[in-house]
């Protein structure tokens, strides 16, 4: 996945902190998003983040793992 990619919440996914559900639960799956950054390095050094996908939805972005996402 490349930043700019359109995808898909594939799996069920959680968030308690989305803007329009603040402190509810919200499960992402099935939205559609954009790959707004994928980490890999931190000040120039190599990084292997549990959560490396950042998508953005709108003004809200959130952290997911490869496997939870698929390219639209």
Do not use: C
């Not at 559609?32 to 050094?45: A, D, M, P, T």
């Not at 959560?51 to 809200?60: A, D, E, H, I, N």
Request: charged share 20%; glycine share 8%; aromatic share 8%.
């Amino acid at each position: 996945m490349q930043p700019g990619d359109q995808v898909t919440v594939t799996q069920s996914v959680v968030v308690y902190n989305h803007p329009q559900h603040r402190g509810e639960a919200f499960d992402l799956s099935g939205q559609q998003g954009e790959v707004h950054q994928v980490l890999s390095e931190w000040k120039g050094r190599p990084i292997s983040p549990t959560l490396p996908v950042v998508v953005s939805f709108g003004k809200y972005r959130a952290h997911f793992r490869a496997d939870e996402l698929s390219a639209t």
